[in-house]
């Protein structure tokens, strides 16, 4: 049983590209996440899908933020005219829910850095 | 809304020597407690939770965790460090019925030799 994978892991970019990240979610799993972590602070809730359905948005979600799960498996997230304030490590993670306590499994994270 | 406090942002400590690091949390609900463990340049692996039940939690690597309700902490020990034991350590809290860990800024654990 594999787990969460995110590619790329290291993505640098110029100021104003749009990036998108992948998560592949461990398999069976119906609910992702996305979480955000700069330097020097713990990761912050981007938003979270069960199946294809976003369930919450966290305000961190700027407009140039969008997040997918078209299938209900693997999800991407988007970030539009990167700034330098976007660098930061982009987590994905993944949970089974069936009604009670669901624990989330972190992948190893993509690293964004802006130039 | 809840947070979490980590009062230490870096902590050496001799190898062989005992640890604690510190945890507060806020929440106007009952929560779930975690703490994980980040490598340099990886993701998180859990090293436990309190979910219910005894307070006193044991995890992987040697590590437990006592949580105190009055007091609002959820502190991190282990007996003995060993050098593998250098990371960062973050302690996070899950209110019931929310999906959204939120994390406090992280325990760099730093073992001399």
């Known amino acids: 049983d594999t787990g969460v994978s995110q590619d790329p892991r290291h993505k640098i970019t110029k100021r104003g590209q749009n990036v998108t990240f992948r998560c592949d979610p461990i398999s069976e799993h119906n609910r992702l996440y996305w979480y955000r972590q700069t330097l020097g602070q713990g990761p912050e809730f981007l938003t979270y899908?069960?199946?294809?359905?976003?369930?919450?948005k966290s305000r961190l979600l700027s407009d140039r933020f969008s997040a997918e799960r078209p299938k209900g498996s693997f999800s991407t997230l988007e970030i539009q005219r990167t700034e330098q304030g976007d660098s930061a490590m982009y987590l994905c993670?993944?949970?089974?829910?069936?009604?009670?306590?669901?624990?989330?499994?972190f992948g190893p994270g993509t690293r964004l850095t802006v130039l | 809304a809840q947070s979490v406090t980590q009062l230490d942002s870096q902590v050496p400590v001799f190898e062989e020597a005992p640890v604690e690091l510190r945890c507060n949390y806020s929440s106007s609900v009952s929560v779930y407690l975690f703490w994980y463990v980040q490598y340099p340049n990886q993701g998180l692996q859990l090293l436990l939770k309190y979910l219910s039940g005894s307070t006193l939690v044991k995890g992987i690597n040697g590590f437990e965790a006592e949580f105190n309700k009055s007091q609002t902490s959820f502190h991190l020990r282990k007996p003995s460090v060993h050098i593998s034991d250098t990371a960062e350590y973050f302690c996070a809290v899950r209110e019931f019925g929310n999906e959204k860990l939120t994390f406090g800024t992280g325990t760099r654990l730093t073992i001399i030799p």
């Open positions: 993670a993944s949970s089974l829910f069936s009604g009670s306590y669901n624990e989330q499994f």
């Open positions: 899908f069960q199946n294809e359905a976003q369930l919450e």
